[in-house]
């Protein structure tokens, strides 16, 4: 258990549809950090939340948005679904130190 | 946004064999890391490299910084089935806080 929680862990959803998915930090730590990872593909980075604000902002579609709440876990929104979203988002957290990152098992979404 | 380029995609080797990958970009990065993703898991860090020329080991993984800070390695020594996966580079850009840019991976597949 590396300390960083992603729910659900598998999410099916139709085309059109929207979804959020869950991530709480390892204790301690203030950025959080969303990357997706479609097939045979890299980690591209979406977003950087460091106590509750922004920080950092990536090739994130205008479709999704974030935020990271007062108790520090944070939420993906991704809406307007289409097949090409389906992939594994994860969540990484740290103190904030690109050192420090701690990955969950992230999200397998799958849109048909 | 930034590339990293990695090489081989992927590898297939006996067990017992050494194994190099490699991280190249046109960016100066202060920070290099190397990742390992095991299927259904997140990226867990392997090692981190802080200085241009660094040379860094984690048991039988070597790790360099390059002296131009446009790239790294990563060495296996004595591969055993268990070191199957994907690895990723990833690299701190200057002025860029903590986000990290990713590679593409190399897939490592180890045969008894």
């Known amino acids: 258990d590396s300390g960083v929680t992603q729910t659900p862990k598998h999410l099916i959803t139709a085309t059109g549809q929207r979804v959020t998915l869950r991530c709480s930090p390892r204790?301690?730590?203030?950025?959080v950090y969303w990357y997706q990872q479609s097939l045979d593909q890299g980690l591209q980075f979406l977003i950087q939340?460091?106590?509750?604000?922004?920080?950092a902002k990536g090739n994130i579609l205008e479709r999704f948005s974030a935020q990271q709440f007062p108790d520090l876990h944070s939420e993906l929104n991704l809406s307007s679904l289409e097949l090409g979203d389906s992939a594994l988002y994860f969540c990484?957290?740290?103190?904030?130190?690109?050192?420090?990152?701690?990955f969950g098992s992230g999200t397998r979404l799958t849109v048909v | 946004g930034q590339q990293l380029n990695q090489s081989p995609q992927s590898m297939f080797i006996q067990e017992g064999e050494d194994v190099s990958m490699n991280c190249t970009s046109s960016?100066?990065?202060?920070?290099w890391l190397w990742y390992k993703q095991d299927p259904g898991e997140g990226p867990v860090l392997l090692i981190a490299?802080?200085?241009?020329?660094e040379l860094t080991s984690n048991g039988r993984l070597t790790a360099q910084f390059g002296i131009t800070r446009k790239d790294s390695f990563l060495n296996i020594s004595a591969s055993i089935p268990s070191d199957v996966g994907i690895y990723f580079c990833a690299g701190q850009l200057p002025g860029t806080a903590s986000k990290l840019t990713f590679g593409t991976g190399t897939r490592l597949q180890v045969t008894l």
């Open positions: 939340y460091y106590n509750g604000e922004e920080r």
């Open positions: 204790s301690g730590d203030l950025s």
């Open positions: 990484a957290s740290s103190v904030n130190t690109a050192d420090g990152y701690t």
């Open positions: 490299l802080y200085k241009a020329g």
């Open positions: 960016s100066i990065f202060n920070t």
